[in-house]
C-alpha cells in the first residue's frame, strides 16, 4: 500500500478557484434600491419543490415563477409574463427559451410584464426553480453556471429530500401515474426498483446537492431547506419560513399560506419496504451503504431482511437413484516414468502423462495390495448405505485396459461379488489413461439415474446416510430457488484429506442432458471436481454436504498418474456458465468472493482471528487465502492451528480458511499474487495483516457488486486512529492518508490502497498481477495494480468506492516517527514513474532536483567562472537557501490545515508556536518522500523521472496539474535567483563592485 505526502498540493485548485470569484465579486456592480432581488430554488424532481414554490408564490412580495426551462414546456404561476407584446400569439416558447436562454433570462428578472408594469405591485425579489436536467438535456449548464450560480448577486435555495429512497420511489409511482400534484397514490401501487438504476441515481443525487449546487460564495447567497423540515408544517412556519423570508429581503412576518392543490400523494404511515415489489434485492444491495434510509435504520438496529423470512416448505424426495463413476487401476504414485521413457513424448501434448501412466511390472502395485484397497471402499460403501438404498445405487467401474490386477474376466466377477449393488463395467482405452477428467467423462456418458458422484477406489466412506443428506441437500437448494429447475445444482463431500476443497462432487443428471458430458474436454487430470462446484456457484447452487469421505491417494498429495493443469478458470468456466445460463434462462447471481491476507508480522493471530471470522449475513460462497510470507516456522505452526481451529466450527465449508506458505520472505506482492492465483473466485478483497475490518465488510462488498455490476476494482474505507501526539498530529496536516480515505472523496477513485481492495479475480484476468520490482514491504504496487486493471479493460468508471467498507488501520510504529515506512512509499512511486510514462507530466525541478543541478553545473564549469570570494561555503548557502525557502513556502501552506490539531484556548504564543511546529514537521514528510525519490532516480540512472510527477489522480484532476506546473516554474524562477546570487559568475561581480 502507498501514502502519498505531495497529494496535498494537487487539491487547492478548488479553493483557489472558490477564492478567485469570491475576489471578483468585490467589483461587481452592486444592485440598485430599485433592482428587484434575484433568487432561483435549487431542487429534484419529488421533493417538495411544488409546495414550496407554492408558498413562495403566495408571499405579496414575492414574485415566483415555476419550472421556467422544464424541456417539455414553460411552466409559470404569471402566464402573462411570457408576452412579447399586446397579443397573446407573441410569446416566448420553450424553442425561443432554449435558443436564446440569456434575452430570456432578461424578462424574467425584470419581474414586469411587457408593458413595464410590475407583476406584483409590491415585489421586492424574483425568482424561479430549477432541477438539474432543465439545463443539460439542452445543452445550455454553462450558462447556467455563469448566469445564476456564479453571480453573487442571485440568491440560492437548496431545497433536498434527506431519504434518497423515497425520492426515487416517489418518482417512479409518479411516472407511473402521471400525477405529480394533485392526487394521492393508488394505496396498492407497487414499483420494481432497478439496483444499478437506483444507484447511478444516488450517484447524480449526492454529486447535485454536494457539488453541482455548490456557489462560490454558498456562504453568503445560499440557503438549504430539507423535505422533512417543509413537511413539518409547525416546524417550517414558525422556525424556517421567517429565516427564508429574510433571506429573501421580504416581510418576515408574513404569514405561511399554503396552496389547496398541492397534496402530500404517500399515506403518512407508508413504509417503502410495502411500497417496493423486489426489496429483498433492494434491501440486500443498499442494507450497507450510503442510503440515508439504510443508516437511519442501522442506528435504530432495525432487524436485517434475514431475520425475518418466510419458512420454505421442504420438497420430499423418493426413489432417487444413483451412479457412482468408480475408475480403479494397480497402478501406483506415478514414479516419473516421463523423464525416462521416450516413447511417444513429442506426439501431442498429454504424450508424458500417456506414457507415465502405462502399466508396466515397475508401476504395477502388489495385487494383494489392490484388492485390500477396494475392499475397504466396498466396506464403507456397505456400512453407510442401507439395503434400500443400496437398490437405487449402480457402480460403474472403470478398468484400464491391459490392467495386470483387474483386466480380466475373473477379477470383474470378484469385484461383482465385492459390491453389494448393480455393477457395471466399462473398458478404459490406454489414450485415457492418466487423464482422470476424461475416464470421468467417459464413465459419466454410460450414466442413466438421477444422481451422479465421481469416486476412485482410494475412497472410503464414512458416514451413514449420506445418500439421503446430499438428495436434501439438492432439495434445500431447489427450496431456496425456486426459479431453478430441481437438479440445477452441485454437492460435494467433505473430504477430511483434503478440508474445504470440492474433491467429490455430485450433480444431476440436469448437468448431462445441459452440458452433453460430465466435465468439457479441456480437462485432463486436474481442475474437474472444482470447476463443477464453481459453475454452479454462480447460481447459488453450490453446497458442501455434512457427510465426509477420506481420499488415501491424490487430493493435495501425489497421484497415480502425472498431474497436469490447465486454466479452466477464464475461459473454460466462462463458455460453461454462458451455457447454464441459456438454459436455465437465469443470470448468473451468485457471489464468489474470496479474501487474501499476506501474513508477515508474527504474533498477530489475534488481527488474523478478527479476519478470518468475518462472515457474510446475504447469500455468497466466501474463502480466506492466508498467504504466510515468513520462514519462521513458529509463526506458520500458529497460524495453521488458528485455520485449523476456526475450520472446525464451520458449517457447510463457507467461509474455509486456507493456509498458504513456501518457507521465505518474497515480499507483499509475490505474497498477494499466490492467493489470487489459488483463487477461483469472481472478486478477491485484499486486506493487510494489520487491519481490523469493521464487521460488515463482506457485506458491504457483496452489496456493492449488485449496485455496479460493471466494476472491476472497488475501493474500501481505511481508517486511521485520531492522532496521538505530534508525530501523527503532522502525518495529518501533510494528509499524507489521502488515499486511505479516497471512498470518502471520489465515487470513482483513480486507485486504492491494498490494506482494503477488491478486485475481479484472476480468471477473469490471470495477466494483471503485482510486479515483484516494487519493495517486499510495499509502495506503489497498488497503484500499478489498479492502473493494470484499468488498461486491461479500458473501460471507464471500472474503480469506484465502497466507503461503507471499513477497516481500522493503527498508526506505524506506534504512533513514533516512521520516516523509513514514508521512504519506502516514495521507493515505489519512483518506479511508478518508471512503469508508467503516460501517466506522468514534466514539471520544473522541485527544491531538491535544484539542488541537484546547482551541484551538477557548479562542480561541473561553474566554479571556473566564479569569484575568488566564491567558496565550497557559497555552495552550501545556496543549496540551504533553496531548501528554506521550499520549507517556508510549504510551512505556510500548511499552516493553515494545523488550527484543528491544538487547543485554541491556550495561550496564543503557545498555540502559534505549535502550529508551526507540526506545519514544520508536515513539510519535512512531504520533503523526505521527495529526497527518497530523487535519490531512487539518482540511484537507478533513470534520466526520464528526473523533473516528472506522477498523476495520482489519472486525469480525474487536470486543472490541478496545471495549477502544479505553474507553482513549480514560479518556485524554480525563485530557486535560480538564489542560486545566482550566491554563486554569481567572475564577470558579473567585477561590475557590481566598481559600481
Known amino acids: 500500500m502507498t501514502g502519498v505526502a505531495d497529494v496535498c498540493l494537487m487539491l487547492r485548485q478548488p479553493q483557489s478557484k472558490e477564492a478567485r470569484l469570491r475576489f471578483w465579486s468585490l467589483f461587481q456592480r452592486k444592485k440598485k434600491p430599485e433592482d428587484l432581488e434575484k433568487f432561483v430554488l435549487l431542487s429534484w424532481k419529488r421533493s417538495g419543490s411544488n409546495l414550496l414554490s407554492g408558498i413562495l408564490h403566495l408571499h405579496p412580495e414575492i414574485i415566483m415563477h415555476n419550472e421556467l426551462f422544464n424541456p417539455i414546456d414553460i411552466f409559470t404561476y404569471h402566464p402573462r409574463a411570457l408576452l412579447l407584446g399586446d397579443s397573446h400569439a407573441d410569446k416566448w416558447s420553450y424553442l425561443a427559451r432554449d435558443l436564446y436562454p440569456k434575452p430570456f433570462l432578461e424578462q424574467i428578472w425584470s419581474g414586469c410584464f411587457a408593458n413595464g408594469t410590475k407583476i406584483k405591485s409590491k415585489g421586492k425579489t424574483v425568482g424561479f426553480k430549477s432541477f438539474p436536467d432543465h439545463w443539460n438535456e439542452v445543452g445550455n449548464e454553462d450558462i447556467w453556471r455563469e448566469e445564476i450560480l456564479d453571480d453573487p448577486k442571485i440568491k440560492k435555495i437548496i431545497l433536498s429530500r434527506d431519504c434518497e429512497l ?591 481492495l477488491m478486485v475481479r479475480g484472476s480468471r477473469h484476468n490471470h495477466t494483471v498481477q503485482f510486479k515483484h520490482l516494487y519493495p517486499k514491504t510495499g509502495g506503489g504496487e497498488d497503484i500499478d495494480f489498479v492502473l493494470q486493471l484499468k488498461k486491461f479493460y479500458k473501460a471507464n468508471g471500472c474503480v469506484v468506492a465502497v466507503p461503507e467498507a471499513v477497516v481500522h488501520h493503527p498508526w506505524w510504529n506506534n504512533g513514533g516517527t516512521c520516516y523509513g515506512q514514508i521512504g519506502g512509499w516514495a521507493n515505489g512511486d519512483s518506479l511508478v514513474l518508471s512503469e508508467w510514462p503516460e501517466k506522468t507530466f514534466l514539471v520544473f525541478p522541485n527544491w531538491i532536483e535544484s539542488i541537484f543541478l546547482v551541484v551538477l553545473v557548479y562542480g561541473g564549469f561553474w566554479w571556473k567562472y566564479t569569484t575568488s570570494n566564491t567558496t565550497i561555503l557559497s555552495l552550501v548557502e545556496a543549496c540551504g537557501s533553496i531548501a528554506a525557502i521550499d520549507h517556508l513556502v510549504k510551512i505556510l501552506a500548511y499552516y493553515g490545515s494545523t488550527k484543528g490539531h491544538v487547543d485554541c484556548e491556550k495561550n496564543r504564543v503557545v498555540v502559534w508556536v505549535h502550529r508551526m511546529v507540526l506545519a514544520f514537521g508536515a513539510s519535512t514528510v512531504i520533503s523526505s518522500q521527495e529526497i527518497t525519490r530523487a535519490l531512487c532516480v539518482v540511484k537507478r540512472g533513470s534520466l526520464f523521472s528526473f523533473s516528472h510527477r506522477m498523476d495520482w489522480f489519472d486525469g480525474q484532476a487536470a486543472m490541478e496539474v496545471l495549477d502544479q506546473k505553474l507553482r513549480s516554474g514560479l518556485q524554480f524562477v525563485l530557486y535560480c535567483f538564489v542560486a545566482w546570487y550566491f554563486l554569481q559568475p567572475d564577470t558579473l561581480y567585477s561590475q557590481c563592485a566598481l559600481s
Not at 455 to 461: K, T
Not at 531 to 549: E, M, P, Q, T, V
Not at 637 to 662: D, M, P
Open 166 to 756: 423515497s425520492t426515487y420511489v416517489s418518482m417512479k409511482r409518479a411516472d407511473i401515474t402521471g400525477s405529480y400534484l394533485t392526487k394521492s397514490y393508488p394505496k396498492d401501487l407497487k414499483v420494481h426498483i432497478d439496483v444499478v438504476a437506483f444507484q447511478s441515481f444516488v450517484n447524480n443525487y449526492h454529486f447535485t446537492f454536494q457539488k453541482r449546487y455548490r456557489s462560490p460564495l454558498f456562504h453568503e447567497d445560499t440557503f438549504r431547506v430539507t423535505y422533512e423540515e417543509l413537511t413539518d408544517d409547525n416546524h417550517f412556519d414558525n422556525h424556517i419560513a421567517p429565516r427564508l423570508f429574510e433571506f429573501l429581503g421580504v416581510d418576515p412576518d408574513h404569514t405561511v399560506k399554503r396552496l389547496k392543490e398541492v397534496v402530500k400523494q404517500s399515506s403518512q404511515d407508508e413504509c417503502l419496504k410495502d411500497v417496493i415489489e423486489n426489496w429483498d434485492e433492494v434491501e440486500r444491495a443498499f442494507r450497507h451503504s450510503d442510503i440515508s434510509y439504510f443508516q437511519k435504520r442501522k442506528v435504530n438496529e432495525m432487524p436485517t431482511n434475514d431475520t425475518i423470512l418466510p419458512p420454505m416448505s421442504p420438497i420430499v424426495l423418493e426413489g432417487q437413484t444413483w451412479s457412482i463413476l468408480l475408475p480403479i487401476c494397480s497402478r501406483v504414485v506415478s514414479m516419473e516414468l516421463h523423464v525416462t521413457s521416450p516413447e511417444g513424448v513429442g506426439k501431442n501434448r498429454f504424450a508424458e502423462v500417456e506414457v507415465s501412466s502405462k502399466h508396466t511390472s515397475e508401476n504395477t502395485e502388489l495385487p494383494k495390495i489392490c484388492w485390500e484397497r477396494l475392499q475397504r471402499f466396498t466396506e464403507s460403501f456397505h456400512n453407510t448405505t442401507s439395503d434400500s438404498d443400496r437398490e437405487k445405487i449402480e457402480i460403474i467401474v472403470g478398468i484400464d485396459e491391459g490392467d495386470k490386477v483387474f483386466d480380466s474376466k475373473a477379477a470383474r466377477e470378484t469385484i461383482k461379488h465385492m459390491l453389494p449393488c448393480t455393477v457395471r463395467f466399462v473398458s478404459i482405452h490406454p489414450k485415457m489413461f492418466g487423464k482422470v477428467c476424461r475416464i470421468w467423462s467417459h464413465l459419466g456418458g454410460q450414466a442413466k439415474h438421477d444422481f451422479i458422484v465421481l469416486l476412485g477406489d482410494d475412497v472410503e466412506l464414512l458416514d451413514k446416510g449420506w445418500k439421503q443428506d446430499i438428495e436434501c441437500r439438492f432439495a434445500e437448494i431447489k427450496t431456496k430457488n425456486p426459479s431453478l429447475p430441481f437438479g440445477a445444482a452441485c454437492v460435494a463431500f467433505i473430504d477430511v484429506s483434503f478440508q474445504g476443497f470440492p474433491t467429490f462432487p455430485v450433480v444431476h443428471r440436469f448437468h448431462l442432458k445441459t452440458f452433453k458430458a460430465l466435465i468439457p474436454r479441456q480437462f485432463v487430470n486436474q481442475g474437474g471436481d472444482p470447476f463443477l462446484y464453481a459453475l454452479y456457484c454462480r447460481f447459488n447452487a453450490s453446497s458442501f454436504s455434512s457427510s465426509r469421505l477420506k481420499n488415501t491417494l491424490g487430493g493435495d498429495s501425489d497421484a497415480r498418474y502425472l498431474k497436469h493443469d490447465i486454466n479452466w478458470k477464464g475461459q473454460v468456466l466462462s463458455l460453461n456458465l454462458t451455457k447454464l445460463q441459456q438454459t436455465l434462462n437465469l443470470p448468473p447471481t451468485g457471489v464468489c468472493l474470496d479474501v487474501v491476507i499476506p501474513s508477515y508480522r508474527i504474533h498477530n493471530n489475534e488481527i488474523l482471528h478478527r479476519i478470518v471470522s468475518l462472515r457474510c449475513t446475504v447469500p455468497a460462497y466466501i474463502s480466506f487465502w492466508i498467504v504466510v510470507d515468513n520462514p519462521d516456522e513458529i509463526h506458520l505452526s500458529e497460524v495453521k492451528e488458528l485455520a485449523k481451529s476456526c475450520n472446525e466450527t464451520l458449517e457447510g465449508n463457507n467461509h474455509f480458511v486456507n493456509v498458504v506458505h513456501y518457507g521465505e520472505n518474497k515480499g507483499a506482492s509475490y505474497a498477494r499474487n499466490t492467493g489470487y492465483n489459488y483463487s477461483t473466485a469472481d472478486w478477491v478483497l485484499f486486506l493487510d495483516d494489520d487491519v481490523v475490518p469493521d464487521a460488515s465488510i463482506l457485506d458491504a462488498y457483496v452489496g456493492s457488486i449488485a449496485r455496479y455490476p460493471k466494476a472491476k476494482c472497488m475501493v474500501g474505507l481505511t481508517k486511521l486512529p485520531l492522532p496521538c501526539n505530534t508525530w501523527t498530529k503532522m502525518l495529518q496536516t501533510c494528509n499524507v492518508m489521502y488515499f486511505y480515505g479516497i471512498s470518502k472523496h471520489r465515487i470513482h477513485p483513480p486507485w486504492g490502497v491494498t490494506a482494503n
